[in-house]
């Protein structure tokens, strides 16, 4: 009978997708809490824990433009202005921008963003138990979409088993009763990692979502540099106010990552 396999086809579609969630899920949460717990973020830290490497490169230049020692044209060009870096990541900067002291905004992030300086601070925070390896990076988010498309197939194929002839004998409600089943445990596993895993972060660990909320209650409020670049580390580009800093990361050649 032809919608018997697609109700086995459904089946499998479903299993697959909501125990490669569970599995991510388990995996997100093994963390050590008492590492966690000993942790005190930095802006650069909690940067990468909102955006990864890309938003530790925004909020370098970000820092750098607010100091007035690297100037970001709203043509999107940024020209140094004070060759000293402070740390790695202003130093990763400044090198990308090269000798002649000038250059695209978009190349000179790309090239932060893979600096040494990026991967030792991924490295400390997976040691840390506050971000997630790089080989479950894309886990939970990935396998809340994968089962977001398993239902959208399971009700595709529950649509098409009752289009299709079927046995005399078996009602078209007991058929669409049986994908009703795949489709619920779809609906029940995205439910459950709504309320037990959501926000569903590419980056951080469990542990490591509590404390960039902790930070980001910490700093609500204020109005020093410091509470602006928690914001942008947290937020991104997005969070600037000022007109001719955001219009630098307005530019067409510039793309706000994905979180």
Do not use: K
């Not at 490669?20 to 809490?33: G, N, P, T, W």
């Not at 090198?95 to 040494?116: H, K, L, N, T």
Request: with cysteine; proline share 5%.
């Amino acid at each position: 009978m032809f919608w018997v396999l697609l109700l086995l086809l459904s089946w499998g579609v479903a299993g697959t997708a909501c125990t490669r969630l569970c599995l991510a899920a388990v995996r997100a949460a093994a963390v050590d809490e008492d590492a966690a717990r000993a942790h005190d973020l930095t802006l650069y830290e909690a940067a990468f824990l909102s955006g990864g490497p890309d938003r530790v490169a925004d909020l370098t230049l970000v820092s750098m433009a607010r100091q007035r020692r690297l100037l970001l044209a709203h043509t999107g060009w940024a020209t140094v202005v004070d060759p000293r870096g402070r740390d790695d990541m202003e130093r990763s900067v400044i090198g990308a921008i090269g000798p002649e002291g000038q250059s695209r905004i978009a190349p000179v992030r790309a090239a932060a963003a893979a600096a040494d300086a990026v991967r030792g601070i991924a490295d400390r925070l997976v040691s840390a138990g506050l971000a997630v390896p790089d080989g479950a990076r894309t886990t939970v988010a990935a396998g809340v979409r994968q089962v977001r498309l398993a239902a959208g197939v399971v009700l595709a194929l529950g649509v098409a088993a009752l289009l299709a002839p079927v046995p005399s004998d078996m009602p078209r409600d007991l058929v669409a009763l049986w994908f009703a089943l795949p489709l619920a445990l779809t609906l029940s596993c995205l439910a459950i990692a709504r309320v037990e895993v959501h926000p569903y972060s590419r980056w951080a660990s469990p542990a490591g979502q509590r404390l960039l909320g902790a930070l980001t209650r910490r700093t609500r409020g204020g109005g020093d540099d410091r509470t602006f670049l928690t914001s942008v580390a947290v937020r991104g580009v997005r969070a600037i106010g000022e007109p001719n800093l955001r219009a630098a990361f307005a530019h067409r050649e510039y793309h706000e990552p994905r979180d």
